[in-house]
């Protein structure tokens, strides 16, 4: 069972979160010729899930060469896990860039209301958003007040200075 499909499992990322931060900056620069081209990211704007509708409905995962072109924030990125052996990541785009024409953004709760995805999804954007915001909202350490480092592909932060 994924942990996508089941948020809640007792074992939700199987010890997939235990990869380095780095794995996330390393597949942003080799992608998608070498490593994993069919992961698959979400994209947050101004804390808003982005997504591209078409003619079959609403898409809120993303290539990473899609994400390339709207200019994500690597740097920033989480490792969400994998479902059906492909991995799904989260990150932000610059908030002061205007999205393309056919992207858009949807409020979390009328993501879930409207039903403009699958359910496997909201809980994999809802996952990506949660850690995203905690990442925004905790950058400083709550001890010595420096600036903390993202570790265990985003599932962590430690601060540098005194090792919390």
């Known amino acids: 069972m994924d942990f996508l499909t089941a948020p809640l499992s007792p074992k939700p990322r199987q010890g997939m979160h235990l990869l380095p931060t780095v794995w996330f900056a390393t597949v942003s620069i080799l992608m998608p010729r070498t490593w994993r081209p069919q992961a698959l990211i979400h994209l947050f704007h101004n804390g808003d899930p982005v997504l591209r509708t078409d003619a079959v409905g609403a898409v809120a995962a993303f290539s990473l060469q899609q994400a390339a072109e709207l200019k994500f924030d690597a740097a920033a990125g989480i490792y969400l896990g994998d479902r059906d052996g492909v991995p799904y990541l989260a990150a932000t785009i610059a908030s002061s860039d205007a999205l393309p024409a056919s992207f858009a953004t949807l409020d979390m709760r009328s ?35 420096e600036a903390c480092e993202k570790t265990q592909a985003g599932y962590r932060r430690k601060c540098p200075a005194c090792e919390r």
Do not use: K, P
């Open 111 to 145: 993501l879930v209301i409207t039903g403009s995805v699958a359910a496997e999804d909201v809980a994999s954007i809802a996952h990506g958003w949660s850690l995203l915001s905690w990442h925004a909202n905790n950058r400083f350490c709550a001890h010595c007040g």
